[in-house]
């Protein structure tokens, strides 16, 4: 690291680094479902269910992977809070949450725009005829 980063960072924030990106992902795109009506919010069992089957799959994924030694965590930038049973760092649950809640508001939010692109170019071509 840069001295210039070691002077502006708290070296106590190191082990919330990954929550605190996951917490910046979701802030970044909570406009998409207040401005462009990505609707994901809105419609809770549909988020459940898309969720669902990425949250089960990558997380048995990862044990797997802890298990058998494939990768691991560095102390430094987690926690260290485990998800009971599983010993699963916190961090990645979060992680299979936000990442795809974060793909599904910017698809509903590029729908959204590419409607309103059509209805926009439809109201042109009446307008000319």
């Not at 924030?13 to 994901?40: H, K, N, R």
């Not at 990442?99 to 692109?117: E, F, M, N, Q, S």
């Amino acid at each position: 690291m840069t001295a210039a980063w070691d002077a502006g960072w708290n070296p106590a924030w190191d082990p919330y680094q990954y929550l605190l990106l996951m917490g910046a992902c979701l802030l970044i795109t909570l406009p998409l479902e207040l401005f462009l009506a990505a609707g994901v919010y809105r419609r809770p069992r549909r988020l459940i269910a898309a969720l669902l089957p990425v949250v089960v799959l990558f997380s048995a994924w990862d044990v797997l992977g802890i298990v058998r030694g494939h990768w691991w965590y560095s102390p430094r930038f987690t926690t260290g809070w485990l998800i009971p049973i599983i010993d699963m760092p916190i961090e990645e649950l979060v992680f299979f949450v936000v990442v795809p809640l974060c793909g599904l508001l910017t698809y509903g939010a590029v729908g959204t725009v590419l409607r309103l692109g059509s209805r926009l170019r439809r109201r042109e071509v009446d307008a000319d005829a």
